[in-house]
């Protein structure tokens, strides 16, 4: 039978019309998805550096009886850094622990003999449960933000970032914990926070506010020094409209409050405390435009540090309420970044965070069960 519409005159135009018109679809789907890739590629890659800079953090909440704190807390992103599966160790008993830290603080005690590495109130004490089951720190610390006995648990400030946030090992296999205390001293609650520390036996780092510091709270940071603990710095004021005007970093005035911290500090504890570990009140993650200062203070050799995990106690009235709830919500932070080895803990130490106070000890509790041992920030 003669196919009389393929001898219409206009058949071949059209099919070569159709088929071109086929090419170009089948080009333009190609071009949207190459367009599609690129644009992907770029946003991971920036959410990636992000993360790497610790900028990548979840939303917080305000402060606690300031309502116009940024955010403080964490929540849920694309996770970053190692996931090894926690540990089931259990604390070791008494006896265990005891010998344990007999020979750690034999250890400690020889190591900072040697060390040329000056302190600002000498060779000092430790925190003589730093560790968990058998390990047994050998960080090697050379800062002068805590005393000589505390340098075998005392890590950089940029490793710690790296461990934080790329899963970097701090200590080799190891799972350090740094608990952080924001916003003293003060005369009504830091001398509780530094005895339940040391009946737990484990070191903190405490980031300063300058006009918290003064002869009256001398003593607080006189023990800090002595019993093992890192010293930090956290601005002068906290005035957040005098740092970030318009919520854009001002450099002059961040240069200016850490030089005006540091100077009170080391006129109160002596000249040779140097203090390069620098937390921005609100965080990191709050401000616009904080490049400038970030690397003024580098020049320096100082360095920011955010945090990897929250007990809540800055999320208002919204936050953790039991010790209970704010361990959870510790080990809920630290799940959100992937579980790495390194965790650093964003808590307060003022007065009216009592809860925190009383959460301490299920705190150290619950990352001990996770095998982590506790160290200082430097």
Not at 46 to 57: A, D, F, I, T, W
Not at 145 to 157: C, F, G, Q, R
Not at 226 to 232: M, P, Q, S
Not at 318 to 336: C, H, L, N, R, S
């Amino acid at each position: 039978m003669t196919n009389h519409f393929q001898e219409h005159p206009d058949f071949h135009q059209r099919r070569a019309e159709a088929r071109k018109k086929a090419q170009q679809r089948r080009l333009l789907a190609f071009l949207v998805i190459v367009v599609f890739a690129i644009a992907m590629g770029i946003f991971i890659g920036y959410r990636l550096r992000s993360v790497k800079e610790g900028r990548l953090v979840p939303p917080a909440q305000h402060q606690q009886g300031n309502p116009t704190d940024p955010p403080q807390s964490q929540g849920t992103f694309s996770p970053v850094g190692t996931n090894p599966e926690s540990s089931t160790q259990e604390t070791p008993n008494e006896s265990d622990q005891s010998g344990q830290d007999q020979d750690l603080s034999q250890g400690q005690s020889d190591q900072a003999s040697g060390s040329e590495t000056p302190a600002a109130t000498g060779k000092g004490k430790i925190q003589p449960k730093a560790n968990t089951g058998d390990v047994v720190q050998n960080a090697q610390g050379k800062g002068t933000n805590h005393n000589k006995a505390a340098s075998v648990y005392a890590y950089p400030i940029m490793a710690v970032k790296e461990a934080m946030y790329e899963g970097k090992p701090l200590a080799g296999d190891k799972k350090i914990a740094f608990l952080t205390f924001d916003d003293g001293p003060s005369s009504e609650s830091t001398g509780e926070l530094l005895d339940i520390l040391a009946k737990e036996g484990v070191p903190a780092t405490f980031f300063l506010v300058g006009k918290t510091m003064s002869e009256k709270t001398l003593p607080f940071l006189k023990r800090m020094m002595d019993e093992g603990h890192g010293l930090a710095l956290h601005s002068f004021s906290h005035d957040y409209s005098y740092l970030y005007p318009g919520r854009s970093a001002n450099k002059d005035h961040i240069l200016e409050e850490y030089d005006k911290c540091h100077d009170l500090l080391k006129s109160l504890l002596g000249q040779d405390v140097q203090v390069n570990v620098w937390r921005y009140p609100g965080g990191h993650m709050s401000w616009k435009n904080l490049d400038g200062a970030d690397k003024a203070l580098a020049d320096r050799g100082v360095h920011w540090i955010d945090w990897n995990s929250t007990n809540g106690d800055a999320s208002g009235k919204g936050g953790p309420k039991t010790p209970q709830a704010q361990a959870d919500k510790v080990i809920e932070g630290w799940t959100a970044y992937g579980k790495p080895n390194c965790i650093t803990v964003l808590m307060h130490d003022t007065p009216n965070k009592e809860v925190t106070r009383q959460s301490i000890p299920l705190i150290v509790e619950t990352l001990r069960k996770e095998g982590f041992s506790f160290g200082i920030i430097e």
